[in-house]
């Protein structure tokens, strides 16, 4: 093997590992925990940014199950499917290529369970109100919940760059 080809593949796997992290729902930063039980039960609070619309910052709150809680209520693989979220400008905003249709783009997902359920951040833009909605719910296989919150980030009046162009 030459060094002429070592190199290709290198650049071929740091291109393909590229392409991968821009197709990636985006990444959570613990930003806060409470904790509300003495058996070790705590509220997480995440921050995160949207992939595809710089200057929106979204924290999502939810509940974390201690090992206390996990031994003595069994179901030891699975959260419960509560989450609270509230989205705000944090700077200027520039939207790039998102999903303009009714059921918009995951913004962030992450699993709350060994395998069946995840937590899940959705936006969908509003286009006749010109307002990002952002969804968080859990998303099952089976059994869906029906407990979800959402928050909005209003447009009208703001100086916001469309990557694409404004729709």
């Not at 700077?91 to 369970?113: A, H, M, Q, Y």
Request: charged share 20%; aromatic share 8%; proline share 4%.
């Amino acid at each position: 093997m030459t060094i002429f080809s070592s190199l290709r593949s290198a650049l071929s796997a740091g291109t393909i590992a590229a392409i991968m992290a821009l197709t990636l729902p985006a990444q959570a930063e613990q930003v806060g925990e409470v904790g509300v039980d003495w058996t070790g039960n705590d509220i997480v609070i995440d921050a995160v940014a949207d992939p595809e619309v710089e200057g929106v910052t979204c924290h999502v709150a939810y509940f974390d199950r201690g090992l206390i809680d996990r031994l003595s209520k069994g179901n030891w693989f699975e959260d419960p499917s509560n989450a609270s979220i509230a989205c705000r400008q944090t700077g200027p905003i520039t939207i790039g290529d998102i999903d303009l249709d009714k059921d918009g783009d995951v913004v962030f997902k992450e699993s709350r369970s060994l395998v069946w359920k995840s937590l899940v951040v959705r936006r969908i833009y509003d286009k006749a109100n010109d307002t990002l909605i952002y969804l968080v719910n859990s998303q099952q296989v089976q059994d869906g919940s029906a407990k979800m919150n959402i928050s909005t980030v209003p447009l009208y009046g703001q100086e916001v760059v469309w990557d694409n162009g404004r729709p």
